[in-house]
């Protein structure tokens, strides 16, 4: 017995450090932005944020204001990506049309779909090669685009291989020569760089993709989720002061919580750099 006791001890602090979970600290920065939509980082943690007339806003990694870009056609942005080497993308369904900016949100490219067979894009993203991925909500097909040459290159029906007529899309995204489509009704679906369906996360609910090393992060009521992309498995790996938050985007080594009207930015804490 006296055995016994001394085991629960001693095992005691090892079982709660490996059942605990992490927080996120103080923010470096809170960020009011009226009708704030989308944020995105890019690849030295500066931060990119919409809001819901498509209007663009540069933040540095400190939480101050840089630079504006505000569109002649204004709509609401339903992708943007700015965590690409070189260039900032953007796509409006409501404008049927992507955008391609410098860092400096100097405008590269403006192109609508008309002149190519997309129909009705609901959802896109920048991809390697020279490709707009996009998804075509008229014949639910998921197609591929050189926005060079403006034209489809490929196209994937998708309602029979998902075996669904009614597929809500609310984003695509590339990430590691993969292509994820998030249906927040169904799940997240992985493609390869072809287009070919390779498996399907089975977390509903997920309002914006945010990825991390090998995994899906999220945010679960207060907590923040991640899953794993090799094995699938679940994890709570904090829980979050800020209940108000909807989703969030992680840099190099900045995280950008976002809820109504303002984004708070910390920094990557130590206990998600070592997670794997």
């Known amino acids: 017995m006296r055995l016994l006791f001394f085991l629960v001890i001693i095992l005691l602090p090892i079982l709660a450090t490996s059942q605990s ?8 920065a809170e960020i009011p932005l009226e009708n704030l939509d989308l944020v995105s980082f890019d690849t030295k943690d500066q931060l990119f944020a919409s809001t819901s007339l498509g ?20 709509g609401r942005l339903n992708q943007l990506e700015a ?30 779909f008309s002149l190519a067979d997309i129909s009705l894009a609901k ?19 998921l197609k591929s685009l050189d926005y060079l040459r403006n034209q489809v290159i490929q196209s994937q029906p998708l309602n029979l291989i998902l075996e669904s007529e009614d597929l809500s899309v609310s984003e695509i995204r590339e990430f590691k020569n993969r292509l994820f489509m998030n249906a927040p009704e169904s799940g997240v679906f992985i493609f390869d760089n072809q287009g070919n369906l390779m498996r399907k996360i089975e977390v509903k609910g997920i309002n914006k993709l945010c990825y991390y090393k090998e995994h899906l992060i999220w945010i679960e009521g207060n907590n923040l989720m991640a899953v794993s992309l090799s094995t699938n498995d679940i994890v709570t790996l904090a829980d979050l002061d800020n ?34």
């Open 21 to 28: 979970v992490g927080k996120l600290g103080t923010p470096l």
């Open 55 to 74: 209007d663009i806003y540069l933040f540095s990694q400190d939480g101050k204001q840089l630079n504006l870009f505000s569109p002649a056609r204004q």
């Open 83 to 112: 965590g690409w080497t070189v260039n900032i993308f953007t796509f409006s369904a409501d404008l049927q049309q992507y955008r391609i900016l410098d860092r400096f949100l100097n405008p590269l490219a403006e192109k609508g």
């Open 123 to 141: 959802a896109a993203t920048l991809g390697n090669n020279n490709v707009v991925w996009v998804w075509d909500e008229s014949d639910l097909s």
């Open 243 to 276: 209940s108000e938050a909807a989703y969030l985007q992680i840099g190099q080594e900045r995280i950008a919580l976002v809820s109504k009207d303002k984004i708070s930015l910390y920094s990557t804490p130590s206990w998600l750099k070592s997670f794997k």
